[in-house]
């Protein structure tokens, strides 16, 4: 043991130094390979940097030079134009000369000063309405004025309300302008004009360009700008472009607006457009076709190259890439059928108002479709205010005022009856009037005393209210007593629901998908759990046959053109496609055509849906004694409709008296048997539809399609 002890003793003393050594002689040789290295990437890295200052960098800064020099700017291109189903413009362009200006880069407010000046004694700008603040701009943009405002600057002036140094330069500039007194702005008309071209060019940022001049610009002051464009850096001569709107009276609400260069883009917008690469003073739609369609008819800009010189001025600038008209819009309203339904329209309504038998009428309103594509064929609507008795064409109104439509809707009652299985088929039921315990008696126009049987087609024929009001109470469960209870709860709104979903298949109540926005859906009363204002079971009743629920025009043209083409919803459209440009800017080929979209089926049988397309041929030409609209028998063309009279009441809002009034409705399709227009027509608020006047602008408007398809 003692001699393994020594021995492994005797190692141990004599390894230890070794390894000791070992460390010490391998930590200065890694330090100095580590200190080797990376001196040797600095020298490399000094090396190369001056091979590129003293090599390249004369390259190199040509290169920066011409990249501060030499700046690209885009200038909008004319929008696309809007045109009628034949070719007609309804929207276009009008070339004007213009005077622009592009403002460079370090450019001072005297230096638009001087630029303003000379721009004025060259050419005649009118002078806007200034306010007074672009009034002291002008003014302070000359450095004497500037330092005379600038020492009537107190200490004081200078602090914050809680004694804080001001530092902010719009603040002092602000401050600043302050004390400019009034009659240093008392300008003359001549400084009112150099002031608006000051403003107009202090307006945009840098490397922007803005019209100095662009409406009214002669080709001698065009001349004249040019003769001296190298005394005035950034101004330059072009053409612009204005939204041009030949008669479209009828239309001109749906067309839409643009802004102006002024406005430019719109405030709750800004974001998404500068997004999408606008600048914030390009005009852009603001409404309805103009907006919705705004991609499609905005232009390509074109691009110009700009030279500055060493302080940023503008020295040139060259166009090089040509802008790009945008694609234009085709739609499928033909401006001539527009204007003749819109003569029809107007001349029948001046001669009912003449009557006296409208004196509280808020209007009228049409809309006339193809009922298998929902091609728009016209859009006619007259708003009036009752007060003064104005009236204005507004064919927006088709899509966003909502009336009670009364007995045009029985078709989708009696489809909601086919739906719920209470009836089958041409089902006979007992027109009567209808005495619910605790409300009015509720009976058909013709029949307030006795006992009928009528069929389902003779229901729509004779336009029975009992005949729906027996459907929904079959929807209820029970069948009709005298004096009853109607087993309805505002808790079980079921049969609400049921009879407003099959009203929504026709486009009643619901959107009708229109390419148009601001649609109205109209009023649909759905507070169930409102005891103030949750609908009864009367208010049930009232909705079988259209006097409870409000719609548009647009909607009950929907729904009559769902009952024409055999139960299929189409959505209405007023767009027909995207077109190109010929090289005279005019219309081109088709890009795009928009097919045909369908909403939804009617979910009821082909059968069934015979039967009430029977009702609406009946409507027009039975023999009954009352059948309701034998006034339209004798149209150009075979006729199917349903009219509507639902019983309102008009408040004066200067006495506070109510008016009793009736809403005058109709809707129609021709040819029955393979229909090509739809037509509804809405009239509210007339004290007598004795005239007939929603039934005469209906036959009018058929005799007028008629004569049109005979044209070549």
């Given at each position: 043991?003692?001699?393994?002890?020594?021995?492994?003793?005797?190692?141990k003393?004599?390894?230890e130094?070794?390894?000791?050594?070992?460390?010490?002689?391998?930590i200065p040789?890694?330090?100095?390979?580590?200190?080797?290295?990376?001196f040797?990437?600095?020298?490399?890295?000094?090396?190369?940097?001056g091979?590129?200052?003293?090599?390249?960098?004369?390259?190199?800064?040509?290169?920066?030079?011409?990249?501060?020099?030499?700046?690209?700017?885009?200038?909008?291109?004319?929008?696309?134009?809007?045109?009628?189903?034949?070719?007609?413009?309804?929207?276009?362009?009008?070339?004007?000369?213009?005077?622009?200006?592009?403002?460079?880069?370090?450019?001072?407010?005297?230096?638009?000063?001087?630029?303003?000046?000379?721009?004025?004694?060259?050419?005649?700008?009118?002078?806007?309405?200034?306010?007074?603040r672009?009034?002291?701009d002008?003014?302070?943009?000359?450095?004497?004025?500037?330092?005379?405002?600038?020492?009537?600057?107190?200490?004081?002036?200078?602090?914050?309300?809680?004694g804080?140094?001001?530092?902010?330069?719009?603040?002092l500039?602000?401050?600043?302008?302050?004390?400019?007194?009034?009659?240093?702005?008392?300008?003359?008309?001549?400084t009112?004009?150099?002031?608006?071209?000051?403003?107009?060019?202090?307006?945009?940022?840098?490397?922007?360009?803005?019209?100095?001049?662009?409406?009214?610009?002669?080709?001698?002051?065009?001349?004249?700008?040019?003769?001296?464009?190298?005394?005035?850096?950034?101004?330059?001569?072009?053409?612009?472009?204005?939204?041009?709107?030949?008669?479209?009276?009828?239309?001109?609400?749906?067309?839409?607006?643009?802004?102006?260069?002024?406005?430019?883009?719109?405030?709750?917008?800004?974001?998404?457009?500068?997004?999408?690469?606008?600048?914030?003073?390009?005009?852009?739609?603001?409404?309805?076709?103009e907006?919705?369609?705004?991609?499609i008819?905005?232009?390509?800009?074109?691009?110009?190259?700009?030279?500055?010189?060493s302080?940023?001025?503008?020295?040139?600038?060259?166009?090089?890439?040509?802008?790009?008209?945008?694609?234009?819009?085709?739609?499928?309203?033909?401006?001539?059928?527009?204007?003749?339904?819109?003569?029809?329209?107007?001349?029948?309504?001046?001669?009912?108002?003449?009557?006296?038998?409208?004196?509280?009428?808020?209007g009228?309103?049409?809309?006339?479709?193809?009922?298998?594509?929902?091609?728009?064929?016209a859009?006619?609507?007259?708003?009036?205010?009752?007060?003064?008795?104005?009236?204005?064409p507004?064919?927006?109104?088709?899509?966003?005022?909502?009336?009670?439509?009364?007995?045009?809707?029985?078709?989708?009652?009696?489809?909601?009856?086919?739906?719920?299985?209470?009836?089958?088929?041409?089902?006979?039921?007992?027109?009567?009037p209808?005495?619910?315990?605790?409300?009015?008696?509720?009976?058909?126009?013709?029949?307030?005393?006795?006992q009928?049987?009528?069929?389902?087609e003779?229901?729509?024929?004779y336009?029975s209210?009992?005949?729906?009001?027996?459907?929904?109470?079959?929807?209820l469960?029970?069948?009709y007593?005298?004096?009853?209870?109607?087993?309805?709860?505002?808790?079980?709104?079921?049969?609400?629901?049921?009879?407003?979903?099959?009203?929504?298949?026709?486009?009643?109540?619901?959107?009708?998908?229109?390419?148009?926005?601001?649609?109205?859906?109209?009023?649909?009363?759905?507070?169930?759990?409102?005891?103030?204002?949750?609908p009864?079971?009367?208010?049930?009743?009232?909705?079988?046959?259209?006097?409870?629920?409000?719609?548009?025009?647009?909607?009950l043209?929907?729904?009559?053109s769902?009952?024409?083409?055999?139960?299929?919803?189409?959505?209405?459209?007023?767009?027909?496609?995207?077109?190109?440009?010929?090289?005279?800017?005019?219309?081109?080929?088709?890009e795009?055509?928009?097919?045909?979209k369908?909403?939804?089926?009617?979910?009821?049988?082909?059968e069934?849906?015979?039967?009430?397309?029977?009702?609406?041929?009946?409507?027009?030409h039975?023999?009954?004694?009352?059948?309701?609209?034998?006034?339209l028998?004798?149209?150009?063309?075979?006729?199917?409709?349903?009219?509507?009279?639902?019983e309102?009441f008009?408040?004066?809002?200067?006495?506070g008296?109510?008016?009793?009034?009736?809403?005058?409705?109709?809707?129609?399709?021709?040819?029955?048997?393979?229909?090509?227009?739809?037509?509804?027509?809405?009239?509210?608020?007339?004290?007598?539809?004795?005239?007939?006047?929603?039934?005469?602008?209906?036959?009018?408007?058929?005799?007028?399609?008629a004569?049109?398809?005979?044209?070549?």
């Amino acid at each position: 043991m003692k001699k393994i002890d020594f021995l492994d003793k005797f190692k141990k003393n004599n390894e230890e130094p070794k390894i000791q050594k070992m460390k010490k002689s391998h930590i200065p040789f890694r330090l100095n390979l580590v200190f080797f290295v990376i001196f040797a990437l600095f020298v490399s890295l000094i090396v190369r940097l001056g091979y590129l200052q003293i090599a390249e960098g004369q390259q190199f800064q040509e290169r920066i030079r011409e990249a501060n020099d030499r700046l690209s700017i885009q200038s909008a291109a004319p929008r696309g134009q809007i045109y009628d189903a034949n070719g007609t413009v309804l929207v276009g362009n009008k070339s004007n000369l213009a005077v622009t200006y592009t403002r460079g880069k370090k450019v001072s407010a005297e230096d638009m000063l001087e630029i303003a000046n000379k721009v004025n004694s060259l050419i005649d700008v009118p002078a806007d309405d200034l306010t007074e603040r672009d009034k002291k701009d002008y003014w302070l943009a000359n450095p004497e004025n500037l330092k005379t405002a600038q020492k009537r600057v107190k200490d004081k002036d200078r602090e914050d309300k809680k004694g804080n140094r001001i530092t902010d330069e719009g603040q002092l500039y602000a401050i600043t302008a302050g004390k400019v007194k009034p009659e240093e702005i008392n300008f003359d008309e001549a400084t009112l004009r150099a002031a608006t071209i000051f403003k107009r060019m202090n307006s945009v940022q840098e490397m922007n360009t803005a019209f100095i001049k662009n409406d009214g610009v002669t080709e001698n002051e065009v001349a004249v700008i040019g003769e001296h464009i190298s005394e005035m850096p950034g101004i330059s001569t072009g053409m612009d472009w204005s939204r041009d709107y030949p008669d479209t009276d009828s239309l001109r609400s749906i067309l839409g607006t643009v802004s102006s260069e002024k406005a430019g883009l719109p405030a709750d917008n800004v974001e998404e457009y500068l997004a999408k690469g606008y600048a914030r003073n390009d005009r852009v739609g603001t409404s309805y076709l103009e907006k919705q369609y705004e991609d499609i008819l905005q232009g390509t800009k074109s691009k110009s190259e700009l030279v500055l010189d060493s302080d940023g001025k503008i020295v040139s600038q060259t166009l090089v890439k040509d802008g790009k008209k945008g694609s234009n819009l085709k739609l499928t309203l033909d401006l001539n059928f527009q204007n003749q339904v819109s003569d029809v329209v107007k001349a029948q309504y001046d001669q009912l108002l003449a009557s006296g038998d409208a004196p509280y009428s808020d209007g009228v309103y049409v809309v006339v479709m193809h009922p298998k594509t929902g091609e728009v064929m016209a859009m006619v609507a007259y708003d009036r205010n009752v007060a003064t008795g104005e009236v204005i064409p507004n064919p927006l109104s088709t899509i966003n005022k909502a009336f009670e439509p009364g007995s045009v809707v029985k078709g989708a009652t009696i489809s909601a009856g086919y739906e719920a299985g209470v009836i089958s088929g041409n089902d006979t039921l007992i027109d009567e009037p209808i005495q619910i315990n605790g409300s009015r008696l509720k009976s058909s126009i013709y029949n307030n005393y006795t006992q009928m049987p009528l069929t389902t087609e003779q229901a729509l024929e004779y336009s029975s209210n009992s005949y729906m009001m027996k459907l929904v109470l079959k929807m209820l469960d029970t069948d009709y007593s005298y004096n009853m209870t109607l087993p309805y709860s505002p808790k079980d709104p079921r049969v609400f629901n049921e009879l407003r979903s099959t009203f929504g298949e026709y486009g009643m109540g619901v959107s009708t998908g229109i390419d148009l926005p601001g649609e109205s859906t109209g009023i649909v009363n759905t507070a169930f759990d409102n005891p103030t204002y949750a609908p009864n079971g009367g208010n049930l009743l009232d909705l079988s046959f259209g006097q409870y629920d409000t719609y548009t025009a647009m909607q009950l043209a929907q729904y009559v053109s769902t009952v024409a083409n055999g139960g299929t919803r189409v959505a209405p459209r007023v767009v027909k496609g995207i077109y190109g440009n010929n090289e005279d800017g005019t219309l081109g080929k088709a890009e795009k055509e928009f097919d045909p979209k369908v909403m939804n089926q009617v979910n009821i049988s082909p059968e069934q849906m015979q039967i009430i397309q029977s009702g609406f041929y009946q409507v027009v030409h039975g023999t009954g004694a009352f059948t309701t609209a034998r006034y339209l028998s004798d149209a150009l063309i075979d006729t199917a409709a349903k009219t509507g009279t639902a019983e309102t009441f008009y408040r004066d809002e200067a006495t506070g008296r109510d008016f009793e009034t009736v809403n005058s409705n109709i809707v129609a399709y021709a040819p029955a048997a393979d229909p090509e227009i739809a037509v509804s027509v809405i009239m509210p608020h007339l004290n007598s539809e004795r005239a007939k006047t929603s039934q005469a602008i209906t036959k009018a408007i058929i005799n007028a399609y008629a004569e049109s398809k005979q044209k070549p």
